[in-house]
């Protein structure tokens, strides 16, 4: 056998040879085929060149292309031709035609393909074709190239490709990890197909995939999670190719391989678990089961373990109650017998870990189930209950509480028999909840006298269902005792229910009718019975009843009204709901002969006009006398004696006995022909009688029938229109007017357009003559002719000119519409001009209502009166409309009988108070017009209508447009636009002088001092005992609640009276029906009388009552109520000990209190009506009140008191101190004086705290599941709560604060429900209350307040002002102890802000009632303001023990991010949302193209004189010196000033001793050391005055600051820290000859403090500040440099106590004006304070300045400067700086290498707001001049300036500045001067070089570096940001031309080498001119009129300071 060896050699051997073979094969093709490719190529050719003769194809050779695919194709057309022959050619294949494909037409030469060609196959082929013609032969060669076609899909290699990669591996990402490919047979398509991904994690975005598109590289993204929930363990993918038309797939599966990230974790993190009470050791608990994402087959990242990580311990054994297997987690007891009474619920908290080490926790709470192993017993020994009597049978009275720790009790109740009286009354029967229910089986009745003693029984409890009562273990027993209360369930029990009377009708008034005497058993017998008329028995109120029963006459009795009267007596009960009892009168009323004799009818007569004497008519007469009784006929009638002559001689009277069957009747004759023409009607007087002679005169009126006998005459008539703007309807105008003597000839005329001229807007009717206007008739004037024709006369075209006047009227009027009745003259009657007088009566009654209101008076409507007055004729309703200072129907009422005498119209009775509504067309017959047609005149006015809107109607409230609307739900967001033009001021709804501003969110009214509320309101009224005042009337409703507020020493005194007037029923009307409600004070004591129209109800105090006197000169108030049931005056809402109630009870109606009267208030205008007039029964108080009245609220409403009140000696507001200021407490700006527990404290005002209330409040942001409890540290009043606190949302529901009692039983809790903010109060056992503001919204974004006041039961609830619908209270309690209801707030768990947190155990559950994404802020309760976390967590009230979800502030992301609004609007953020529209201040221009800055001043906002400014945007107002604020409404005096007694004024001098003591030790010891360390004769002064040697006759406010002496400075000892003067350290340093040496950065030697400080520090040391920031006593400047302190800090502190500082901006303090004291430093350091005046800020702008405000010089007197190397002085001439600030500023000195300077502190921060008054502003006047004259050149103007921080804000800021050295004329001249640069400093900070004055910035620099003798730089703090202001000119930013030509004069040069003039714009340097000789003071140039120069950069500092340095060494030589 061959080995193996040798056939793997042969095997391989045989290899070689093959491979041998074909690489030879090979080589022989590579190197034969290039030889044999020519070869062919020459045989080819060889081929074409073989043809014979002459015959050729047209072409040598052909190529075409044809699409795979295809077939049959004609490729191509052959043609052969020769000249040498004629024969036909004839074509054939030759070569080439492979298998047929290829064929041609032997005479057609048609070369055509017969089989498709596939492109993938072969793509060329050859074809040789022939062509013979006889015998000439030629061939050509045709290749045909085969195009390619996508007939081949893409296909990848395998359907499946994997790939692994590790989980979470973000390394190099994105990375590729697996290249997929396809190949397409297409050759075309090879390299141009496209890949694409689908599959897991492949998204538009945050793909975990992508594919390359060309290569199909796979490339992944981010890290792949492989475990749940959003991971995979295989993430599948499919890729496409695609070659355009054919798609082929595959899938990649990308395996991840796990990793260890997941921690386990349980399902639920609460684990619930039952376990067996008293179960033995081991019982299974539960198997918890935790999960772990990680791969279970990767190692051991998912193999769990379980422990147990907190166990519960057992108390005795000290060994774990339960233990778990740790591989299956199941958990069991370790211990036996788990007592569920002990412990019913155990939490473990229980770990699995996985095997790297991860872990996941999990709570078990563990549920011991119970055992019924306790004995029940009930929760009390003895139950002492209260049971109403009427209590409907089977209802529960009590729940008997029982104890039982188990919890599978089934308890069962029993009465035990005979255990006491009363027992088998009830049953007690098992309740759902465990305790027993005592139920009543038979009526209880109070009434019973042994059920009124009670009851008394035992009852007994079992928890055993078998034996129960055997097994004392599980029984108890207890005692129960009812005791019955009494209920009004008893009708009053009337002696007598039926009275029958008969009475003449002539009784007097007071008749007792009856008398009705009712007992009611209800209270024992002695239940109090009022006695009533039922109103609808009585309409016209002629009866009335006392309080004994007693029925009497109230007016007097009419037959013929009313013959009998059936009056019902209600007797009612003073329960609640009252029970009546109803008696009955039966009256019949028998005649008495007083009335006369009457024409029955007819009342007119007719006679034709021009007839002869004739029968006229038969009048009837008739009697309402009874005629049974000879009260009637026989009648008698003639024509009376004094009848007017031509009556007589026209007409004859006859009486017919026989007539109307024996009545008789009077026969009228005529005598002759009467005229109509003449008079229309006349008038027969006649005496008419009846059988008792009672005699009367009675008028007939007798009409002239018309006939046409008179022609028509030209005429013109005048129509005035009145109607509604855009109210679009027809409007009838009248008829056309001819003057014609016939008036009934109408059906006789025609009427029609003159020349055929119709007007297009007017519309004639040619048979009636009516025209009527088109509803789109323009306001104007209309001229309108017509022509009439009269067939009877023939007359034709007789012309008749018609003019119409149009004016339309905004609906707006009707609100200030009065009516007045006129019964003196109709409509028509009114409008006609007597013929004698110029003007109608209409007109001079407008003028007579013009007299007394004192402005213009319209009418607005003129109408029929709807009531015809008694005599018979018709009245009017005149509508007057006008906008006095006082209402326009109060001043009718008041002036009634002035205007009716004047004017000679009879005005009767004038709407007050009433609603209107205007009647449109469709809802009246009579159209929407009222027309008065009185031929030449015509008058067309709207239609209205008064409405009976009850409640609905406030026809005295002024309102905002704004206020109180209802706006969109949360979740819409403002519309776009929202703020563009402003609203209307017209009609201005602001009250006291208060100024309308119009905003583009409607208007708002800026109010003066003491008014309150959106329309400036003035509550308060005083009266001086003779006086009264007018407010609105009472609205018409079924219940009224007035409260108002008093203080006064008068004990009888009238308070309020609305009813009727003294001069109802005096002018022979009959006595209308009227309500009254009066409040007086009696004997100190309140007494009520109301009349609803049954029986008046008096309230009183008696004998009975201890109602205080409130005549004790302290404010209280008053609470009236009147419901449909009862009538009740609180005195002090019930806060006081004994009475403070008066009640009486009214039988049920439906009658709405209706006083159409002015409610009178302190006094009457007239006199009262007498009582017996009315039925009431006492005369009511007529003396007036004095004293001071406050908070008239009606309904809701308060009542402006102010200047619009119509009064007589009574004016606004209460004079006299606050009594918190009486109290010796006064208040500050931001507090209001309250009572609070019968004493008065000043209180801040909302968003207020702190010990003045000068600090703002802290806010706090909540957000979902978010709450505060707070933990109080002492009980707070129980019988009264109130709480306070201001928040801001958009959201529509959520909690904002509730105070509860333990385990909340009783509750006050404030809730936003719909949007509306609700009170929900629960007090047990009152039934839950909810009180809400349902008219308006209040989730608007805003910061709103809400006030709540609890008394009892009783509470009220407002928000902001608490006006109108701002304002609601809960009904009155029924008893007194309502008023007394306690609620205990829990101290630990009671309050909450926000929602209200459920917990789980340890763990919050939920938050009910969630306030989210809204702002709390100034939470107070019953006076104590609670803290508010993060920021203040606790107070010494309350401290926050639990938050969540609270963050301090309340800001709010942008909501314009990613906002664009049209043009020209912007978006404006309005916290959480935005709205788009022009900004705030700004409104849209008329042509809405853009947004313009609105000017406010026109509004005149700024009150007391003051200036208003504009600026953009906004305003601010220049205040006189006498009034401070925002717009000048604070009186300056008006501040209440601190009133110290005796004692502390004593103490106080007598520390002001001591330390006056101490300082002047200080100032000792400090001398004493001065001169031990300075030279003798060296001095120092550094000179700080005020004082003005030239000026003597006003204060000014000018600090001058001056170098007065030269001063040699010796180095001394350094003090140490321990050396002080006046208790203050004086740390100093040695003086160095270098600057540096042994130095530290920060210079003298305290390396530990931070350098570059000043003694700014020190005005906030204290305050939050570090001691570090002490290092101002040893900061330097940015050199090293030596440093001396200034002996004597004390005084340098003392110096910065007397500056006012910045205050915060949130401060109120900082709007207060502060004082800057003019400061004086002598040689010695000393300082002295003293108090200058205020000099008012004047904008320099404006005018020129005058003596009190312009600038002062700085002088150059003698200036001393110090060299450090050899500290010598040199005396150089004086240099005084004086610098003007105004007492606003903020005035600060410091120290900066050994340089004094004072820093003005510029506070631009408080420009925030909308307007502020320049006496509170920290904005500083400041001039610096260095010239000697105090008068400014005229030449010269200051020039305004603008604080570049403050930018568009237009605040002046007046600077005049020169360079220091400069004493030139120029400098004198020039406004523009600028401190060049000096010798070897040209690289000055930008600061000093960039700018001139004119926009430079204001630092005047002479501090100079002693060592390198030169100016330089401000140091680093004075170069920041915060430290340069910068100004500009007003107009342009550059010199005036008035400046510039200054400069053509030759000017004095200062410096040796340069002087410094020229003009310069903001974008050059100054010119520096050399001077002509080194020594020469003088240079010459020329004007710098056109001169250019060269540009710099331009440097803004926002924020700046102004300072200014004085260096001591070298001042003289600079």
């Known amino acids: 056998m061959v080995s193996p060896r040798k056939r793997a050699v042969r095997k391989c051997g045989r290899r070689w040879a093959a491979c041998w073979r074909r690489g030879f094969a090979a080589m022989a093709v590579n190197v034969l085929m290039p030889l044999l490719i020519p070869l062919g190529e020459q045989i080819t050719n060889v081929t074409q060149l073989t043809g014979v003769g002459n015959l050729a194809f047209t072409k040598p050779s052909y190529e075409v292309f044809v699409q795979e695919n295809t077939a049959p194709v004609l490729l191509l057309t052959l043609h052969a031709a020769s000249n040498t022959t004629s024969m036909g050619v004839m074509y054939g294949v030759v070569a080439g035609a492979v298998g047929g494909l290829f064929t041609v037409g032997a005479y057609s030469g048609n070369l055509t393909l017969t089989a498709p060609l596939d492109y993938e196959t072969k793509h060329m082929y050859e074809v040789i074709l022939s062509a013979l013609a006889g015998e000439e032969r030629a061939f050509v060669r045709v290749g045909v190239r085969v195009l390619d076609a996508n007939d081949q899909s893409p296909t990848f290699s395998r359907p499946l490709f994997e790939t692994q990669i590790t989980e979470e591996d973000d390394r190099h990402l994105p990375k590729p990890i697996l290249q997929v490919s396809a190949v397409d047979g297409d050759v075309s398509d090879q390299g141009r197909l496209l890949y694409t991904l689908t599959g897991d994690g492949v998204a538009t975005t945050n793909s975990s995939f992508s594919v390359s598109r060309s290569s199909g590289h796979l490339h992944l993204l981010r890290p792949l999670d492989r475990d749940q929930p959003t991971g995979r363990a295989c993430w599948e993918l499919n890729i496409s190719a695609t070659d355009g038309i054919h798609t082929a797939s595959t899938i990649v599966n990308v395996n991840v391989k796990d990793i260890n990230d ?357 009048l009837k007469l008739d009697d309402a006398d009874d005629w049974s009784l000879g009260h009637g006929p026989p009648f008698t009638v003639q024509l009376a004696d004094d009848a007017p002559t031509h009556i007589k001689e026209n007409f004859a009277v006859d009486f017919d006995e026989k007539g109307d069957e024996g009545r008789g009747v009077a026969v009228v004759t005529s005598l002759g022909p009467l005229d109509r023409e003449v008079s229309v009607t006349r008038l027969l007087p006649l005496v008419l009688g009846d059988a008792h002679s009672l005699v009367t005169t009675a008028t007939i009126t007798i009409t002239i029938a018309d006939l046409n006998d008179n022609p028509m005459k030209p005429a013109n008539k005048t129509v005035t229109i009145t109607r509604f703007r855009s109210e679009e309807v027809p409007i009838p105008v009248g008829r056309v007017y001819v003057e014609d003597a016939d008036d009934w000839d109408a059906g006789d005329k025609t009427w029609a357009w003159k020349r055929d001229d119709r007007h297009p807007l007017f519309t004639l009717d040619a048979h009636t003559g009516h025209l009527t206007m088109n509803a789109h008739a323009h306001d104007g004037t209309y001229e309108l002719q017509f022509v009439v024709s009269d067939v009877s006369h023939n007359q034709r075209n007789v012309g008749a000119n018609v003019t119409v006047t149009v004016t339309s009227v905004s609906r707006d009027v009707v609100a200030c519409a009065v009516p007045a009745h006129v019964t003196t003259h109709s409509p028509r009657a009114l409008i006609t001009p007597h013929k004698l007088a110029w003007r109608s009566p209409l007109e001079a009654l407008t003028v007579s209502v013009e007299r007394v209101a004192g402005v213009d008076v319209g009418v607005l409507s003129l109408e029929e009166s709807p009531v015809p007055p008694t005599s018979g004729s018709t009245g009017a309703r005149v509508w007057f409309t006008a906008r006095p200072r006082q209402p326009l129907d109060q001043l009718l009422l008041l002036h009634r009988r002035k205007i009716s005498s004047e004017s000679g119209v009879g005005v009767t009775n004038v709407g007050v108070g009433v609603c209107i509504t205007v009647t449109s067309a469709e809802h009246t017959k009579g159209g929407s017009v009222w027309v008065v047609d009185a031929n030449r005149t015509s008058l067309v006015t709207p239609r209205l209508e008064i409405s009976d809107s009850g409640c609905s109607c406030h026809a005295y409230r002024p309102h905002l447009a704004h206020q109180w609307q209802v706006t969109p739900s949360a979740d819409a967001q403002p519309s776009a636009a929202a703020v563009t033009q402003p609203a209307s001021c017209h009609p201005n709804p602001c009250l006291n002088g208060g100024r309308c501003m119009a905003h583009t969110r409607g208007p708002r009214c800026v109010c003066p001092q003491d008014t309150s509320g959106s329309v400036c309101k003035q509550l308060s009224r005083h009266f001086r005992g003779n006086g009264w005042a007018w407010a609105a009337p009472i609205p018409v409703c079924t219940q009224a609640h007035i409260t108002l507020e008093l203080r006064t020493t008068r004990h009888d005194c009238l308070l309020l009276y609305a009813g009727p007037a003294d001069d109802i029923g005096h002018s022979g009307q009959h006595l209308v029906q009227e309500d009254v409600v009066s409040l007086e004070l009696v004997g100190g004591r309140p007494r009520v009388l109301v009349d609803l129209g049954t029986s008046p109800v008096l309230l009183e105090a008696n004998q009975d009552h201890h109602l205080p006197s409130l005549a004790d000169g302290h404010w209280h108030r008053l609470d009236l109520i009147i419901t449909s049931q009862k009538v009740e005056v609180i005195v002090d809402r019930c806060q006081h000990t004994g009475e403070c109630r008066l009640a009486a009870p009214l039988p049920p109606q439906d009658h709405a209190l209706t006083v159409a009267a002015p409610m009178q208030v302190g006094g009457l205008a007239h006199a009262l009506p007498h009582h017996n007039h009315h039925g009431w029964p006492t005369q009511l108080t007529q003396k007036p009140f004095h004293g001071c009245i406050r908070n008239l609220r009606v309904n809701g409403e308060l009542r402006d008191l102010g200047e619009a009140v119509l009064g007589q000696d009574s004016w606004p507001g209460c004079p006299g101190q606050d009594p918190c200021s009486l109290a010796g407490v006064p208040c500050t700006h931001h507090a209001r004086c309250v009572e609070v527990g019968g004493r008065w404290a000043c209180e801040c005002e909302p968003g207020r705290g702190g010990q003045d209330c000068t600090t703002n409040t802290f806010p706090a942001s909540f957000s979902a599941s978010s709450y505060v409890k707070l933990a109080l540290s002492s009980a707070l009043p129980p019988n009264t709560t109130s709480i306070q606190l201001r928040y801001r949302t958009w959201e529509e529901w959520g909690q904002l604060i509730a105070v509860t009692s333990q385990h909340g039983r009783d509750l006050a809790a404030l809730h936003l429900v719909g949007g509306h903010v609700c009170l929900k109060l629960l007090l047990h056992p009152t039934a839950l209350t909810h009180l809400c503001l349902s008219q308006v919204l209040l989730t608007d974004g805003e910061w709103h307040t809400v006030y709540v006041h609890r008394y009892g039961t009783w509470a009220e609830l407002q928000v902001d002002e608490g006006d109108g619908p701002l304002y609601n209270a809960t009904p009155t309690p029924a008893t007194l102890h309502g008023w007394k209801t306690p609620l205990l707030i829990d101290r630990q768990e009671g309050v909450h802000v926000g929602g209200s947190p459920e917990y789980v155990g340890v763990s919050l559950y939920t938050v009910h009632h969630d306030f989210l994404d809204g702002c709390l802020d100034d939470l107070r309760v019953s006076g104590v303001q609670l803290p508010l976390p993060p920021l203040v967590n606790s107070s010494s009230w309350a401290q926050a023990t639990m938050f969540t979800n609270v963050a301090a502030g309340c800001t709010a992301p942008s909501a314009c991010t990613n906002v664009t609004c049209e043009e020209p609007f912007t978006c404006l953020d309005v916290w959480w949302r935005y709205e788009c529209g022009c900004p705030v201040g700004s409104m849209l221009m008329r042509d809405g193209g853009a947004c313009q800055d609105m000017d406010e001043c026109v509004w005149s906002p700024c009150l007391n004189g003051g200036s208003c400014i504009n600026r953009d945007p906004s305003y601010y107002c220049v205040c006189p010196a006498s009034h401070l604020g925002d717009h000048c409404e604070v009186q300056a005096g008006s501040l209440p000033s601190l009133r110290w007694s005796i004692g502390v004024l004593v103490a106080v001098l007598v520390w002001i001793f001591i330390l006056l003591a101490v300082v002047v030790a200080a100032y000792l010891l400090h001398q004493w050391r001065q001169q031990h360390h300075k030279a003798p004769g060296a001095a120092d002064t550094l000179e700080l005055s005020s004082h003005d040697p030239d000026h003597h006759d006003h204060q000014t406010d000018v600090m001058e600051l001056s170098v007065t002496k030269s001063v040699t400075v010796q180095t001394q000892p350094p003090l140490t820290k321990e050396t002080k003067i006046a208790g203050v350290d004086i740390l100093q340093q040695e003086a160095r000859t270098g600057v540096g040496e042994g130095g530290t950065e920060g210079g003298c030697g305290c390396p530990h403090l931070p350098s570059l400080d000043d003694l700014r520090n020190y005005a906030y040391e204290g305050d939050g500040s570090s001691p570090g920031s002490l290092s101002s006593c040893c900061s330097g400047g940015d050199g090293g440099g030596d440093t001396r302190l200034m002996g004597g800090f004390q005084e340098v502190a003392t110096l910065l106590n007397c500056l006012s500082g910045p205050q915060s901006l949130e401060s109120p303090s900082f709007h207060e004006t502060p004082d800057v004291s003019s400061i004086r430093t002598t040689k010695n350091h000393h300082v002295n304070t003293r108090r200058m005046s205020t000099n008012q800020l004047a904008s320099s702008s404006d005018k020129p300045l005058s003596n ?77 001049n260095n010239l000697h004259t105090e008068s400014p050149d005229p030449g010269c103007p200051p020039q305004e300036t603008w604080h570049n921080s403050l930018k568009k804000k237009k605040i002046p800021l007046s600077i005049t500045s020169g360079y220091l050295g400069d004493t030139s004329e120029a400098a004198r001249s020039s406004c523009c001067s600028h401190v060049a640069p000096l010798e070897g400093r040209e690289e000055l900070p930008s600061l000093l070089t960039s700018h001139g004055v004119c926009h430079s910035c204001v630092t005047v620099s002479l501090q100079l570096d002693s060592k390198m003798g030169r100016l330089y730089g401000i140091p680093r703090r004075s170069l920041s940001a915060s430290t340069v202001s910068c100004l500009t000119d007003k107009e342009n930013g550059a010199c005036s031309k008035a400046v510039c030509d200054h400069h053509k004069l030759e000017r004095q040069c200062v410096h040796p080498k340069c002087c410094l003039h020229g003009c310069y714009t903001q974008s050059s340097i100054p010119p520096v001119y050399p001077c002509p000789q080194a020594g020469s003071r003088g240079c010459t140039y020329t004007s710098c009129q056109g001169a250019t120069f060269p540009s710099t950069r331009s440097t803004d500092y926002k924020n700046s300071h102004i300072h200014m340095f004085v260096n001591r060494n070298n001042a003289g030589k600079k």
């Open 262 to 618: 997941n921690a386990p974790f349980f399902a639920n993190l609460t684990i619930n678990a039952t376990v067996p009470e008293n179960g033995r050791e081991g019982s299974e608990v539960t198997t918890v089961v935790a999960t772990d994402y990680d791969d279970p087959l990767e190692s051991t990242n998912a193999i769990l373990t379980y422990s147990v990580e907190k166990n519960v311990i057992d108390e005795h054994t000290g060994q774990p109650i339960f233990t778990i297997d740790a591989h299956t987690g199941r958990i069991k007891t370790a211990l036996c017998c788990l007592d569920r009474e002990r412990t019913p619920f155990y939490a473990i908290q229980v770990v699995a870990s996985d095997g790297g080490g991860l872990k996941g926790t999990g709570t078990v709470l563990v549920t011991v189930s119970d055992k019924n192993d306790v004995s029940p017993k009930f929760s009390r020994p003895e139950w002492l209950l209260t049971v109403h009597e009427s209590v409907p049978l089977n209802t529960t009275l009590a729940f008997l509480a029982v104890d039982d720790p188990d919890v599978t009790n089934n308890f069962v109740f029993r009465i035990m028999a005979d255990s006491g009286y009363g027992w088998e009354r009830f049953r007690l029967v098992s309740s759902d909840h465990g305790s027993g229910a005592l139920q009543a089986i038979k009526k209880l009745d109070y009434e019973d006298p042994v059920q009124r003693q009670g009851f008394r029984f035992k009852v007994q409890v079992s928890d055993k269902e078998a034996g129960r009562w055997e097994d004392e273990e599980h029984m108890d027993s207890t005692w129960v005792v009812v005791a019955l209360v009494d209920d009004n369930d008893n009708v009053p029990d009337l002696s007598t229910h039926r009275v029958n009377l008969t009475l003449s009708e002539d009784t007097p008034v007071g008749h007792s009718l009856a008398t009705f005497t009712a007992t009611d058993k209800d209270q024992g017998g002695e239940d109090e019975v009022r006695y009533t008329i039922d109103p609808s028995s009585d309409p016209f109120r002629l009866f009335a009843v006392d309080s004994v029963g007693r029925v009497h006459l109230r007016r007097q009795l009419d037959r013929e009204a009313a013959e009998r009267h059936v009056v019902r007596v209600l007797a009612v009960d003073s329960g609640a709901p009252a029970l009546t009892a109803t008696a009955t009168i039966l009256l019949t009323v028998t005649d008495v002969n007083d009335n006369a004799p009457n024409v029955a009818n007819p009342d007119t007569l007719y006679v034709l006009e021009n007839s002869g004497p004739r029968h006229v008519g038969d």
């Open 1748 to 1824: 009190d405000a312009r600038p002062h010089s700085v002088h150059q007197s003698n200036s001393i400067w110090v060299d450090s190397k050899n500290l010598h002085t040199k005396n150089t001439p004086k240099k005084n700086i004086r610098i003007s600030v105004s007492k606003t500023d903020t005035l600060e000195t410091g120290i900066h290498n050994g340089n004094l300077y004072l820093d003005s502190r510029l506070c631009p921060g408080f420009m925030n707001n909308k307007s502020n008054s320049l006496p509170r502003s920290k904005i500083p006047t400041i001039f610096i």
